[in-house]
């Protein structure tokens, strides 16, 4: 059976840690260096580095903070923001980055997905989806949460994985921030329509979160920032509680 993850992601701006709310109203949250080093010593599974700003200046703190924690820890790492080309891609394997997640791209350049896939394998793309649900129902967002699509998570997420994404990384802007838990419906609909692991984003607040998450769906991982930059909820933690629920966790050597 294969191991679930939890997985911490860093947001990014100008080379600062930060965190908003249904991706707005965004607060410094500290030094990405230091959070590295204490999640490395926490073992975590893998960490997600989202540039949330994607400016020159941004990217180039982004590519200083890969190659510092590719010296430091020794866990995946994954990175994106602003990803729109193949050599974007390049600067970042290069950096030290293992993954790279490609968002806004994945809807105005799809061919980038299968480009990527190509050259450097399907295990180092991961496609992100920014969603928001209405009345009319869920759509997919790019462009961090400020441009609406008319696409569909569900079938968007297919069309990703058919053209060559390695994961499909899942960000409810909804629940963002909220700590009040996982959209589980929409988690179960992509994790089963799609072959490739299922990376789910957006509400959680305590470990039973985690735990529906990764009990009630097929998602793969569930990725938290809130919950691990405020308060002493750490991997180590998470995963202990996990693995007492039964669910399949990588141990710790």
């Known amino acids: ?11 990014l701006r100008d080379g600062r840690m930060a965190k908003g709310v249904q991706f707005g109203n965004y607060r410094d949250t500290g030094n990405p260096k230091t959070a590295v080093r204490i999640y490395s010593a926490q073992d975590a599974d893998e960490l997600v ?10 990217r180039t703190a982004l590519l200083e903070i890969i190659r510092e924690a590719a010296t430091e820890c020794f866990m995946p790492l994954a990175a994106g923001g602003g990803i729109e080309s193949i050599d974007d891609v390049r600067e970042l394997l290069l950096a030290g980055a293992d993954k790279v997640v490609v968002t806004t791209a994945a809807v105005t350049n799809p061919g980038l997905i299968t480009a990527i896939s190509e050259r450097f394998g399907n295990q ?4 992100g989806i920014d969603y928001r649900c209405d009345a009319d129902g869920a759509k997919v967002w790019i462009r961090c949460g400020t441009e609406a699509t008319q696409l569909d998570p569900v079938e ?21 921030g909220l700590m009040d838990g996982y959209d589980l419906d929409m988690a179960e609909k992509i994790a089963s329509a799609v072959s490739v692991p299922v990376i789910v984003c957006g509400g959680a607040g305590n470990f039973m979160h985690l735990a529906e998450l990764l009990k009630d769906t097929s998602a793969s991982a569930a990725a938290c920032a809130s919950l691990f930059h405020f308060g002493d909820n750490n991997p180590i933690r998470a995963r202990s509680y996990l693995r007492n629920l039964g669910i399949p966790m990588r141990v710790l050597k």
Do not use: T, W, Y
């Open 1 to 11: 059976m294969l191991k679930k993850r939890v997985i911490p992601v860093l947001l």
């Open 156 to 176: 968007h997420a297919r069309n990703l994985a058919a053209l060559g994404a390695g994961e499909i990384f899942l960000n409810s802007i909804d629940h963002d």
């Open 124 to 127: 180092c793309v991961v496609a």
């Open 49 to 58: 580095f989202l540039d949330i700003q994607a400016s020159l200046q941004s």
